[in-house]
């Protein structure tokens, strides 16, 4: 099957040729010197055929498509292929359209993005110092991220709870990461907080109050905040992960929206980007625009003075020299980009349906394709941050006896996570279990310290020298207590 896409006409649709067995082609807009198609087929190759979930990718000049083309299949069971108009989750992408959602209200005079959090979400603990929208916005709030608190409880992308649980859960917390403002850890928390802020001010859904302010004014017909997991979305594209055969189903039940849950396309965001110029033909939806952009685009500020790379749901960056505005996004079988150069007037659109996909590397491609001639030239980076994490994870543990280790052995609960962790000795190796699942082996990496992947449990002794309970630290959560229990 062929998908045509008329790049003149922004409004047509593709035009499904059955029966032909040819590569895509896009036509060059107006003004285009170089057909770079093919430069970009290569790029995406690899998922170019009918056996792999891939992407779907929008390249916008001066606020038309110059390229939009999808490679891979939107479902492999039915053998629908991607296309610009296919919608996908596009996971923390999302983050700055409820960015722009507490902008408006704030235009609306509704709220300020300085108000106490507490003044909306009372239920939430007083810490001593205000925890601001700002800061929540910035990612400076320390309010611990609940999809790693969830996955320290035992829970799976695959589990349901419910935003009344996330809040629960929120509120049960006994410390921040730091004081607000004092430093910059991202955290989902953040923005999903800012939905039940949005539902608290307006009577309404962060889905509704978005479809009745941005994304319907906008004509994004086919974007919507998906906190309905039984929702039909027309055109959706399955989410895939590797596995031993092929691929699996990757995929969530989960209806928590404000810092992930937007399901969009190629095509509407076009939209979006001809609104950051304000070159929208739909009315627009916000009446001062240039104010709203101000204030999207505004750095975080830490206590310190030290401005953010940061601002709200957008990073500012630089590539090759060159300024980026950008998001990404990676949620279950989803990977999403968003990549603007606003001096060239230049977006990348990447949106991908396979879990091990990079769709901001390729974005950076794409835009290297095209904006070779202004960029500078590559840098060699060296040792990548991954490669320095692997390597000390792959340190040698300390040496240590069975009755060393023997000592750590036992039940442990958290009040914050209402779980009970069980430290196992077997082997002569530690192990630990959460619920019925044995997330491994434990290494002992200093004194009264030890590791599992990414989480570091810190143990701290009784007046008699016994192990009494540990604190964790997980990335974006710290300090989690745990006791350990006498079992009788």
């Known amino acids: 099957m062929l998908c045509l896409r008329i790049l003149d006409s922004p409004s047509s649709r593709p035009i499904a040729l059955a029966g032909l067995l ?7 807009a107006v003004g285009q010197s170089v057909y770079n198609g093919p430069r970009v087929d290569s790029i995406f190759a690899a998922y170019d ?17 110059v390229l ?48 106490d959090i507490r003044k909306y979400l009372p ?27 969830g996955y320290l409880a035992g829970l799976r992308d695959d589990d349901f709870f419910t935003d009344e649980d996330v809040v629960t859960m929120l509120a049960r917390q006994r410390e921040l990461n730091f004081s607000p403002g004092d430093d910059h850890l991202y955290s ?33 017909s086919n974007t919507h905040f998906h906190d309905d997991h039984s929702h039909i979305v027309p055109q959706r594209a399955t989410g895939y992960a590797p596995a031993d055969s092929g691929f699996r189903i990757s995929m969530t039940a989960l209806e928590m929206v404000g810092d992930g849950g937007v399901f969009t396309s190629v095509e509407d965001l076009l939209q979006w980007d001809r ?39 957008l990073a500012h960056g630089e590539y090759r020299g060159l300024k980026v505005i950008s998001h990404g996004g990676a949620f279950v079988g989803f990977r999403a980009e968003l990549m603007r150069f606003p001096d060239q007037r230049f977006t990348v659109i990447c949106l991908c349906n396979l879990s091990r996909t990079n769709p901001t590397a390729s974005a950076r491609q794409v835009a290297d394709v095209y904006l070779e001639d202004v960029m500078e030239p590559r840098a060699d980076s060296g040792t990548s941050i991954d490669d320095r994490r692997a390597e000390a994870d792959e340190s040698e543990p300390l040496p240590s006896s069975v009755e060393q280790l023997a000592e750590y052995a036992g039940l442990y609960y958290s009040e914050e996570l209402e779980v009970t962790y069980e430290i196992k000795l077997a082997n002569g190796d530690l ?10 082996r434990l290494r002992l990496s200093a004194s009264d310290e030890m590791r599992r992947g990414g989480v570091t449990l810190r143990f701290h002794r009784d007046s008699n020298g016994r192990v009494a309970g540990f604190l964790l630290d997980a990335g974006r959560v710290r300090n989690l207590i745990f006791a350990k229990r006498e079992v009788k």
């Open 431 to 440: 192990g630990l279990e959460v619920g019925n699942d044995l997330d491994g």
């Open 188 to 220: 989902n928390s953040g923005y999903f907080l800012l939905s039940q802020i949005v539902k608290r001010v307006t009577g309404e859904s962060l889905k509704q109050y978005a479809q009745e302010n941005l994304f319907g004014p906008l004509g994004m």
């Open 123 to 149: 239920e939430l603990p007083d810490h001593g110092v205000p925890v601001t929208i700002r800061h929540l916005l910035h990612h400076t709030s320390g309010v611990r991220d609940y999809l790693t608190l």
């Open 275 to 313: 609104f950051f110029y304000g070159a929208t033909a739909a009315d627009p939806p916000i009446d001062q625009p240039g104010a709203f952009w101000a204030t999207m685009l505004s750095r975080g500020v830490l206590n310190t003075g030290d401005t953010l790379d940061y601002a709200l749901g």
């Open 22 to 28: 040819v590569m895509p082609f896009s036509v060059p």
């Open 49 to 65: 055929n009918v056996g792999s979930p891939g992407c779907a990718v929008g390249v916008i000049r001066h606020g038309d498509f």
């Open 68 to 115: 939009e083309r999808g490679y891979g299949m939107a479902n492999l069971e039915y053998d629908i292929v991607l296309t610009p108009s296919s919608v996908f989750r596009i996971g923390s992408t999302s983050k700055q359209f409820t960015a722009a959602a507490m902008v408006l209200l704030q235009q609306e005079g509704r709220i300020s993005l300085d108000d």
